[in-house]
């Protein structure tokens, strides 16, 4: 499959959303942080605007939750229109019925894991996730610097995807660059979050382009 790149609206301006969703029609889907001040330390948006987002936007919603209770809200995440939810391993009990529950709203179901959480004990889940979230940098922020001891995570977790045959997207978040994008595509991911890459670039149309081409190279 071809790279997906999705651009993280955390960069954009938070007074003109749609417009800066407009710079972004030419991207795979539109990744939305949604930070709750507990489960990181950082507030952004909720539902009301995610329902907002999903009736403007060019491209489809990918939601990424980084809050609290998991179970309690990521469904209505669905329900707002959001064509994929992920939520924090360590923010859920159940969570096989988790994605259970996303993937009867209609959306893609994803995983996330902070950087130091092992992805082994999604492994065997594989074939209930649309996608694996490895986080290439402690979630909260953008602009952080990409943390190269995640790549033998993200190795594990491409060999094991490829094993167990699911075709689970493999999508990384924090610190994606020109300088880092295609050393992370040889460790195996094919979906990739770039926030202050795309939307700190002097034309965002052509950064988006030329990501996918060093990933895709
Ligand atoms: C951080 C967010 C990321 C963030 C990435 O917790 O999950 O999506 O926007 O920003 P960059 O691409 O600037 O590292
Ligand atoms: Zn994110």
Redesign the pocket.
Known sequence: MPALINP?I??ADFANLERDLAKIASADFA?V?IMDNHF?PNLTIGLPVVERLAQVSPVPLDV?L?IDDADRWAPAYAEAGAASVTFHAEATQAPVRLARELRARGARAGVALRPASPVEPLLDLLDELDMVLV?T?E??????SFIDGTLPKIRRARAAIDAAGTGTWLQV????SRDTIRLIADAGANVF?????VYGAPDVAAEIAALRGLADA
């Open positions: 993280s955390l960069s990744h942080d990181v990424h980084m986080m940098v979630p909260g922020f953008g602009g952080q978040d924090g610190g994606v979050v770039a926030g202050s890459a």
